[in-house]
């Protein structure tokens, strides 16, 4: 039968999340867990989430706006494959930005929790559904009838989110590069699946295993006993996740084969922080954006990537040009779907990632965003090198170099910094006014005069987005 939307890609991959859980006609395995409960994927092949509502949504613009991560798992497991487009609303979206993403994306049905779709946009959708994690069995045979669609918000600090296109095929082409067998792995994050990050985690594990999920508000010590208890292997965050993790004393609750970083510029220190931890795991930060995909991952345990990823490598291409990395990939998002956006892709067919990087001893490095720079009297300060000198202190776990007014150079930088508890093995922290001395000295010594903090303070904590990077005042 044909498919609406499906074409013949001349190989066997599956073109549906479901198909190629089932792939062969085999029996699905694995599992999801959840905060409470756990749901195995063959109870799902015979039972739904959806309340005997799936076929009410074939063919539709879904708009998935649950805020619990398993029932937002579930419905991807079931939506794929079946609704034309599907449009992952991150909890901490806005209110004020919703219209926006209905109308952009073309929303015509809501599947959400209890709280039935938002005041003032119920009438925007033709067909409403109230997802919860408990299934109800009697489901029919699953079946695809479209090449889903999948829609993903970009995470800004300000202003209404882009909306970036892409296909299952896009966002899984990392994985057809470097298959993995059934079972060889739980994963576990600290994302959110419904950003790119927690989603490619999502998927890989959908492939190959099981995959314990986060939920907002949960302690770390909490989430991190979780998945030691279901026996988690390999376990994924951003570097700003990872230092939260360090900072709360249970990082040995784990013993992961896999620790992976992502999301954030992965500093020396806290690759070499997590080494200290999990001296037996594998640890590898990777380079990925909604727009771009998956660019490469690196396991030497050092900062930056080898300058020899440039160029080709099968079906994915990587440049610097004019600073910024940018790529070229089969893994790269189809288009913005916001009219007045600019094009996602250049000419040639590059993204730009807007990541700037400066080539060192045959290695480039990250030092920071575009659009992120400091202006201290006309001279470009990125925050994140300055973030990476003062986080190589053994005393700092994590900083925030960011911009402060001055009547003289119209602005300086100011660094915010959160320390680590003593351990046992240093057991006496010095006083913070020495510390301070220090960390200016240490700023000195590797930084032009101009790039030196003018103040630092010390804080108890910084704050973190939901997508799990640090919130910056100036991004």
């Known amino acids: 039968m044909e498919k609406e939307g499906v ?59 649950v805020r619990d991560q398993l029932s937002a798992a579930l419905a991807l497991l079931e939506l794929d494959g079946v609704a034309r487009r599907l449009v992952l609303c991150p909890p901490d979206l ?33 067909v409403s559904v109230q997802l919860r994690p408990q299934l109800s069995a009697g489901l029919r045979e699953r079946h695809q009838s479209h090449e889903t669609e999948w829609v993903l918000l970009t995470s800004g600090t300000s202003g209404a989110p882009k909306l970036v296109l892409h296909t ?4 899984t082409s990392v994985l057809r590069r470097r298959p993995a067998a059934r079972g060889s792995a739980l994963w576990s994050t600290f994302y959110d699946i419904r950003r790119y990050g927690g989603l490619q985690i999502f998927l890989r594990s959908m492939h ?14 909490e989430f991190l006993a979780r998945a030691r208890t279901a026996g988690v292997t390999h376990i994924s965050g951003t570097p700003s996740h990872w230092r939260r993790m360090l900072m709360s004393g249970a ?41 771009a995909g998956v660019a490469f991952e690196v396991g030497d345990g050092t900062a930056g990537f080898p300058a020899d990823l440039l160029g080709s490598g099968g079906d994915i291409e990587l440049r610097v040009a004019e600073g910024t990395l940018q790529i070229r990939s089969a893994g790269n998002a189809l288009r913005y779907l916001d009219a007045d ?59 925030l170099a960011r911009s402060r007014p001055n009547p003289i150079t119209g602005a300086v930088v100011a660094a915010d910094v959160v320390l680590a508890e003593p351990s046992g093995e240093r057991p006496e922290r010095p006083p913070p006014e020495m510390l301070k001395r220090e960390l200016l ?35």
């Open 7 to 65: 074409t013949d890609t001349g190989t066997h991959h599956p073109t549906w999340l479901w198909g190629v859980i089932s792939a062969a006609g085999r029996q699905p395995e694995g599992t999801l867990y959840g905060q409470s409960q756990a749901i195995s994927l063959a109870t799902l092949g015979q039972a739904s989430s959806l309340g005997g509502r799936l076929e009410d949504l074939r063919g539709r613009t879904v708009l998935l706006g």
């Open 94 to 126: 806005p209110g004020e930005h919703l219209q926006h993403v209905v109308t952009t994306a073309g929303a015509d049905a809501w599947v959400g929790d209890e709280t039935g779709a938002p005041q003032g946009l119920a009438a925007a959708f033709a």
């Open 168 to 171: 299952l095929a896009t966002l």
């Open 208 to 221: 190959i295993g099981s995959l314990v999920l986060s939920a907002a508000g949960e302690p770390v010590a």
């Open 251 to 291: 990082a040995a609750t784990l013993e992961p084969r896999y620790v992976r970083l992502s999301g954030e510029i992965a500093d020396q220190s806290v690759l070499d922080s997590l080494r200290a931890v999990y001296p037996q795991a594998a640890i590898a930060h990777a380079f990925a954006s909604s727009e």
């Open 341 to 399: 956006a600019p094009p996602l892709r250049r000419t040639d067919g590059f993204v730009d990632t807007g990541d700037r990087v400066e080539l060192r001893a045959g290695r480039y490095h990250f030092v920071g965003r575009t659009g992120g720079v400091i202006n201290v009297g006309g001279l470009k300060v990125h925050p994140e090198e300055i973030e990476a000198v003062i986080n190589s202190h053994p005393w700092v776990r994590m900083s």
């Open 441 to 475: 000295d240490t700023c000195k010594r590797a930084l032009p005069a101009h790039k030196v903090p003018a103040i630092i303070r010390i804080v108890p904590a910084l704050q973190m987005s939901e997508s799990g990077k640090l919130v910056r005042p100036n991004a």
